[in-house]
């Protein structure tokens, strides 16, 4: 009985990686239950919980990071950067003529994605299963970059690395929209909490590094490893500073390099 116990006990603690398959560890381990398995994606994937988890946030964020890609929108491609619960995507498509660029490292986010879109909506998604941390894009190949409350969910060296990633895919005179949570938000009460602060920590296990690191720094460093100018152009806050949508563009003007975006092969 006991042994049949311990060896029940061992399963549960290892039933992430029966979602493994290629991908990302840090994210099967610590994000496999609202990401990867189908009865997590269908409860997070409404409306109603998305508010509640951004504490009423939801639609202010999102219409935000949707007019930051909209208005006077370089001309170009538009990419976002791994799908995102809620109606970012379908609204994008709405707001746009032209198709958009998505990719994700789970099919099942994609397919997710793909469900809340009209069938002509479908016709202009080109999605595809990719890593972040290493696009198969050709450099300078998007006018516009979004990426929607992603790199709080990794660590630092696959942060590095996506952020990296995706100033190499942006053409010069692009623009890179950030919607995250803000730097560390002493003033709010939810920081100031240490229950609810905890509690944010021990859901979201690299925020805390997230909250260490100054964005537009980062940003600037990667760019210039790449030969790059990048330069933050403007910042919304809201919740009491506790998240922000951060617009920033790289300088010069677009390129002849980003004539085809396409997957390397194709």
């Excluded at 890593?131 to 300078?140: C, R, S, T």
């Amino acid at each position: 009985m006991t042994s049949e116990r311990c060896k029940n006990s061992k399963l549960i603690r290892g039933v992430w990686r029966c979602f493994l398959d290629g991908k990302p560890e840090y994210l099967v381990r610590h994000y496999w239950w609202a990401y990867l398995w189908h009865w997590g994606v269908w409860f997070f994937d409404h409306q109603a919980i998305i508010n509640m988890i951004l504490f009423g946030q939801y639609r202010t964020l999102s219409q935000r990071a949707l007019h930051a890609c909209m208005q006077d929108r370089p001309v170009g491609r538009l990419l976002q950067l791994t799908c995102a619960y809620g109606s970012m995507t379908p609204s994008l498509l709405k707001a746009m003529d032209d198709e958009l660029y998505l990719m994700d490292v789970a099919e099942i986010q994609l397919s997710a994605t793909r469900k809340k879109l009209t069938d002509t909506q479908q016709k202009r998604l080109l999605s595809v299963q990719m890593n972040a941390e290493f696009l198969a894009y050709k450099e300078n190949a998007f006018a516009t970059v979004l990426i929607f409350f992603l790199l709080h969910e990794l660590p630092p060296a696959a942060r590095a690395r996506s952020i990296s990633e995706a100033i190499r895919v942006l053409q010069p005179g692009g623009r890179f929209v950030i919607t995250e949570y803000a730097a560390r938000p002493e003033k709010n009460l939810l920081w100031r909490f240490w229950a609810t602060r905890i509690m944010l920590q021990w859901l979201e296990p690299f925020l805390a590094s997230f909250w260490q690191m100054d964005l537009a720094e980062v940003l600037y460093e990667h760019a210039q490893q790449q030969g790059k100018s990048i330069r933050q152009v403007d910042e919304f806050h809201c919740f009491s500073g506790f998240y922000r949508v951060a617009i920033f563009e790289l300088d010069g003007s677009p390129s002849s390099s980003s004539a085809n975006p396409s997957l390397p092969g194709t």
